[in-house]
C-alpha cells in the first residue's frame, strides 16, 4: 500500500503549475484593472456609498421630506378690472428649506374655465410659512373669477449654512386708513432688520382681512440693501377704496438667505 513515487511527483508537478497560473493570473488582473476613481460608479477604495465618502467627496445626506402645505389660497380686487392671488404656504420640515421651487396660479371661473394664470419662483425657510402673491392679473372683460388654485413643483431641499440661522425682520407701526387724496387706501409702517448681518433685499406681502377673517386686499414691495439693526419705512396704496371693513393687517417680511448673495 505504499504511494507511488511516480504519481506524487506528478501531483506535486501539477500542483506547483496550477499556482504558477494563479499568481500569473492575478498579476495579469491587477496589471490591467482599472484604476479606483471617484467618478467610477462603483464603491471601492474605503468610499463610504458609490463615488463619495472616504478619499471621495463627502457622501450628500439624505433627508427624507414632507411636501410643502397650501394653507389657504385667496383672490382680492386689483382694481381696473384686474385681480390679485395669493397663497399661504408652509414647510412643514424643520431641518430643511426649500431654495427653489415652482409655482403655477390659475383663476378659474364658475364653470371651471381658466381665466389667468400666473407662474413664478419661490423658496420657503424651514419650519416657516409665508405668503405668495401676485398683482393685477388681467381677465377676459366680462369675466369674474370665482376660484383659484395653486400648484407647486421641483422643490429643491437645502440645509441653511451654519452660523446664519434665520433672518429676524421686525414690522412696527403698521396701519391702515385712506390716501391723504381721498382717492384709495394704504398701509404704511416700518420694518426693522434684527438680524445680525445685512440684508440684500426684504420682501414685503401685505394682507388684509375683514371681520370674518376673509382676504380683501394684497399688495406686495421690496427694500432693498438694509442694514444691521436699520429701519425703513414701507407704503403700499390702492388706487381704489376698498368695498369691506378691514380688522387685521398681516405683514410677512422675507429675505432668501440661500441666495448666495443674500447680504448684500
Not at 426693522?192 to 382681512?209: A, G, P
Amino acid at each position: 500500500n505504499m504511494l507511488d513515487p511516480t504519481k506524487t511527483k506528478r501531483n506535486i508537478i501539477i500542483s506547483i503549475y496550477i499556482l504558477i497560473f494563479i499568481v500569473l493570473m492575478f498579476f495579469i488582473y491587477l496589471i490591467a484593472k482599472p484604476e479606483e476613481t471617484c467618478f467610477d460608479g462603483i464603491q471601492n477604495q474605503a468610499e463610504k456609498g458609490i463615488d463619495c465618502g472616504g478619499p471621495c467627496s463627502p457622501c450628500r445626506e439624505v433627508v427624507e421630506t414632507k411636501d410643502l402645505k397650501i394653507e389657504e389660497i385667496a383672490i382680492a380686487d386689483g382694481g381696473n378690472g384686474t385681480y390679485d392671488v395669493i397663497a399661504k404656504i408652509s414647510n412643514p420640515n424643520g431641518s430643511v428649506g426649500a431654495k427653489e421651487f415652482f409655482y403655477s396660479f390659475q383663476l378659474k371661473s364658475a364653470d371651471g374655465d381658466i381665466l389667468a394664470s400666473k407662474d413664478g419662483k419661490s423658496f420657503i425657510l424651514p419650519a416657516d410659512s409665508r405668503f405668495i402673491a401676485e398683482i393685477g392679473l388681467s381677465v377676459p372683460s366680462g369675466s369674474v373669477p370665482v376660484s383659484a388654485s395653486i400648484e407647486l413643483s421641483e422643490v429643491k431641499w437645502e440645509n441653511i449654512s451654519a452660523g446664519i440661522g434665520k433672518p429676524q425682520i421686525g414690522v412696527y407701526n403698521k396701519r391702515f386708513g385712506k390716501s391723504p387724496m381721498g382717492e384709495g387706501n394704504e398701509v404704511a409702517g416700518i420694518i426693522r432688520n434684527e438680524s445680525n448681518y445685512d440684508l440684500k433685499e426684504i420682501n414685503i406681502v401685505v394682507v388684509l382681512r375683514d371681520e370674518n377673517g376673509k382676504i380683501v386686499g394684497v399688495n406686495t414691495t421690496r427694500k432693498d440693501s438694509v442694514g444691521v439693526k436699520e429701519e425703513r419705512d414701507f407704503l403700499m396704496t390702492w388706487p381704489y377704496v376698498l368695498d369691506a371693513t378691514v380688522q387685521k393687517i398681516e405683514v410677512d417680511s422675507q429675505t432668501n438667505i440661500f441666495d448666495p448673495e443674500f447680504m448684500r
